[in-house]
C-alpha cells in the first residue's frame, strides 16, 4: 500500500468510498440507542473462547434460565401455600 501524501484531496479516493454525506444526519440513532439500550454484550476473551458463535451462546444461556427456573421450582411447595399444622 504506498502512503498517502498529506495533500491528496478527498476526489482521490477509491470509487467504493465515495459516497455523498451532504444530506446524512449526524447522531441519527443515539437517542433511540440512549434509551432502548443495545442488544451487544461484551463477553469476557476467556468466555469466549469457549463459544464459536452467537448460537452457541443462546444455547448456553436457554440451558442455565431453564435450570435455574427447575430449580426455583423444587424449593416451593406443591401448592404454592404453606401449610398449617394440625395441633392434636
Avoid at 491528496?8 to 444530506?23: A, C, G, T, V
Avoid at 434509551?35 to 440451558?63: C, H, I, Q, Y
Wanted: proline share 7%; hydrophobic share 30%.
Amino acid at each position: 500500500m504506498k502512503p498517502k501524501s498529506p495533500n491528496e484531496s478527498p476526489s482521490d479516493l477509491r470509487p467504493e468510498y465515495e459516497f455523498d454525506f451532504s444530506k446524512a444526519t449526524r447522531g441519527r440513532y443515539a437517542k433511540r440507542l440512549k434509551t432502548e439500550g443495545s442488544n451487544l454484550v461484551l463477553v469476557d476473551p476467556e468466555l469466549a473462547k469457549s463459544f464459536p458463535d452467537s448460537a452457541s451462546v443462546n444455547a448456553a444461556l436457554r440451558s442455565v434460565i431453564k435450570f435455574a427456573q427447575i430449580s426455583a421450582g423444587l424449593t416451593k411447595h406443591s401448592s404454592g401455600r404453606a401449610t398449617k399444622r394440625r395441633t392434636a
